[in-house]
Nanobody
Framework: QVQLVESGGGLVQAGGSLRLSCAASGRTFRSYAMGWFRQAPGKEREFVAGISWSGGSTYYADSVKGRFTISRDNGKNTVTLQMNSLKPEDTAVYYC???????????????WGQGTQVTVSS
């Protein structure tokens, strides 16, 4: 069982940066791949970035590749999403999630945080 809590969201101008953090609790954290998803108003939740249990593999949605970086620190039970060159289209609620395997598929994630709002102004 894993509990996830996101933080770091806020309001930023286009071109700016934000760093999101996900604090995980649970003794099995290191066995989980982690991902970030986002959901904008009126849109489906979409995959943003994922990282394997070891941190050795990452994968990004095309829309954020080159701008966002996902990382994890298993010793601290944290996952981060560094977001640079933000665009208004990045505005969404961002969710941290845990899966038993490295995957971009939403339905394979077992645990979810409650989300943190990111708003990018134009």
């Amino acid at each position: 069982q894993v509990q996830l809590v996101e933080s770091g969201g806020g309001l930023v101008q286009a071109g700016g940066s934000l760093r999101l953090s996900c604090a995980a609790s649970g003794r099995t954290f290191r066995s989980y791949a982690m991902g970030w998803f986002r959901q904008a108003p009126g849109k489906e939740r979409e995959f943003v970035a994922g990282i394997s249990w070891s941190g050795g593999s990452t994968y990004y949605a095309d829309s954020v590749k080159g701008r966002f970086t996902i990382s994890r620190d298993n010793g601290k039970n944290t996952v981060t999403l560094q977001m640079n060159s933000l665009k208004p289209e990045d505005t969404a609620v961002y969710y941290c999630a845990a899966a038993t395997r490295f995957t971009p598929r939403e339905y394979e994630y077992d645990y979810w945080g409650q989300g943190t709002q990111v708003t990018v102004s134009s």
